[in-house]
């Protein structure tokens, strides 16, 4: 067989040079080889599994696959090596130690394996390369050893372009291999950015454990890492089928501690999500972990649920650190704040003095996309230049000069200037705790003002005449105030929620929040975009080409820092929903890089 022949099956298989190649023995028997593709894996439909004695992996032998995880294992067999290769990829490992073996019922265990999860075979039959078969032990040797053999892609290329006489074999040394689990991945961003910093340091990074929930973003998953199973509910999973990993990274779920959400930490399930991470911290004590979560996180229950967590990590013996950190500082045009938790079984991370890289909001926009036309624009634009509308939110709640209202669109009716200053004065009074503690209620943002109090902040003759229009027009509302009302459930854990006290006198409040209007904010292309948060997303417009559009998914993707490789075909409300709760990728890469000096890879 000439070289050309091998190189052009080889090359079948090796997209580029990088790719590790495992190369296994077994005995010459037919029902050897029968027995070890005829084990059904545990985890892993339609794929099998194939053991090693993990005794051929120990310090002692260089401890190489203790740590890779090749991409192809290549068998072949040791009577009759002539037989050719049977060629398989690898996508996953673990160790399984004799009582494990001996309750999955593999025939015939003896201490500890590594097993490795193999999917169909590859058309290998005619890879003949028996001359570096040779290499793969001493010269003068003349049996080929069960003692398996990892090397590279490149190892390989090196061996067809030059000579099969004196072929140059490397073994991939443990360092080299970055493996790394990733749960309630989203997106995964946490994956990009860790990636992305370790093969900046040489490694090769792995996932071996990806675990995700929400079908849309196991979509996105798979799109960007076809062949990879993806573990659902992370609470039902034994620590014991996790593979061996050196960095745990999670962005456990963060709405019970988002400002944006009810703040109610522990007390809602999403919140326990943290103690999963502390359960396969615990078993699996990997060298070191990314945790990301809401900057709500630093003062939920006055700070208590984050020292919960800082305890339940220090209990664990790893020395680590957490900063809020703002993703406009890395180079992202986004306002976004997240707390990063940090840590190492060598030294604390230093999240300290990264250096600043600032962009706007022009930097990461497309070109020639159609900009909007509907009714809601054209009289914004009636109103307002796109020039008047850089930087403003269109909402009905709070106020300042930032905002536009309503009244100010007149899109429920004519208003008098006199009626949008009583409207301005609703708006702010509302807000007021003396009128909660005036008429004996828990004070709440909003409280609706009766005529009377109304009176002693804007006296005018035809006061009730202009509430009674604005109310008919829909501008205002007239109804009682809402009481607190507290319970303890049976867990002990006391919930809120408000009704409205029907024994108070009623009173006059703005209408409409925030989500009233099809766009509450309008971005410049000189500035930064605000936190993106999943129920606002599709509400975000930028100016272009003097008219209005809503961010594309593409752009959505760059506030975040993801690459444009990135494959994202889900729609528009599923692909908002996801951009508004995923992490931002140049800071994971930025803490990861510390996180990586620590452990001295």
């Not at 009074?429 to 004996?440: D, N, Q």
């Not at 202009?466 to 105030?481: A, N, Q, S, W």
Request: hydrophobic residues 35%; glycine residues 8%.
């Amino acid at each position: 067989m000439t070289s050309i022949i091998v190189k052009q099956k080889i090359f079948r298989y090796i997209e580029n040079k990088d790719r590790t190649f495992l190369f296994g023995a077994y005995r010459g028997e037919k029902s050897q080889l029968d027995w070890i593709l005829g084990e059904k894996t545990q985890r892993y439909e339609k794929l099998y599994n194939i053991r090693f004695n993990q005794d051929l992996f120990s310090q002692r032998n260089g401890g190489v696959l203790s740590k890779v995880l090749p991409d192809y294992i290549l068998l072949y067999n040791t009577q009759n090596p002539q037989e050719g290769y049977h060629l398989f990829p690898c996508v996953n490992s673990s160790v399984k130690e004799q009582a494990e073996m001996e309750l999955l019922k593999y025939p015939n265990p003896n201490g500890s394996y590594m097993v490795f999860s193999l999917g169909e075979e590859l058309a290998a039959e005619s890879l003949n390369i028996n001359e570096l078969i040779k290499e793969t032990f001493s010269k003068g040797n003349k049996e080929i050893p069960f003692v398996p053999k990892l090397l590279t892609g490149k190892d390989i290329a090196n061996v067809v372009d030059e000579s099969l006489n004196q072929p140059k074999i490397a073994v991939c040394k443990q360092h080299d291999v970055l493996r790394f689990i990733d749960l309630f991945a989203g997106i995964g961003g946490i994956r990009c950015g860790l990636e992305l910093a370790a093969k900046e340091k040489g490694l090769k990074p792995i996932c071996v454990f990806t675990s995700e929930i929400k079908p849309y973003a196991i979509k996105v998953l798979q799109e960007n890492h076809p062949g990879e199973t993806i573990t659902g509910d992370i609470t039902k999973v034994d620590t014991r089928n996790i593979p061996n990993f050196d960095i745990l990274c999670a962005g456990f779920p963060c709405q019970a501690f988002s400002s944006a959400g009810k703040r109610q930490g522990f007390a809602d399930t999403r919140g326990t999500m943290f103690f999963e991470v502390e359960r396969i911290l615990k078993d699996k004590r990997p060298k070191g972990f990314i945790l990301e979560n809401v900057e709500g996180l630093v003062n939920h229950d006055g700070g208590k649920t984050l020292q919960v967590i800082v305890d339940r990590l220090a209990a664990l013996n790893y020395k680590f650190d957490f900063r809020v950190l703002n993703s406009k500082y890395f180079g992202v045009p986004q306002e976004r704040k997240r707390i990063y938790i940090v840590g190492s079984t060598n030294d604390t991370p230093n999240l300290d003095n990264f250096p600043i890289k600032e962009s706007k909001l022009g930097d990461i926009l497309e070109t020639g996309l159609p900009t909007a036309d509907t009714p809601f624009i054209r009289t914004l634009f009636k109103h307002f230049t796109i020039e008047q509308l850089y930087g403003k939110s269109i909402k009905d709640k709070r106020g300042g000069s930032t905002n536009i209202h309503s009244w100010d669109l007149e899109i429920k009716g004519s208003v008098t200037l006199e009626q949008k200053r009583l409207l301005d004065t609703i708006l702010t009074e509302r807000r007021k705790k003396k009128w909660a503690e005036i008429i004996g209620i828990d004070w709440m943002d909003g409280m609706p003002l009766t005529l009377e109090q109304i009176r002693t902040c804007f006296d005018a003759p035809n006061l009730e005449e202009m509430l009674e229009d604005l109310t008919k027009k829909g501008y205002l509302k007239f109804e009682y105030p809402k009481k607190l009302i507290r319970k303890k459930n049976e867990n002990g854990i006391v919930t809120t929620h408000r009704e409205y006290d029907t024994k108070k006198p009623k009173g006059y409040n703005i209408v409409a929040g925030k989500l009233s209007f099809e766009i509450n904010k309008v971005m410049s292309p000189k500035e930064i975009a605000p936190t993106l948060v999943a129920m606002d997303m599709q509400k975000l417009y930028v100016g272009d080409n003097g008219g209005l559009r809503r961010l594309s998914l593409r752009e959505g993707l760059r506030l975040c820092g993801y690459p444009d490789s990135m494959k994202f075909n889900v729609s528009e409300k599923d692909g908002f929903d996801l951009l508004g709760n995923t992490v931002v990728v140049p800071v994971i890469k930025a803490v990861a890089e510390r996180l990586l000096e620590t452990l001295k890879l």
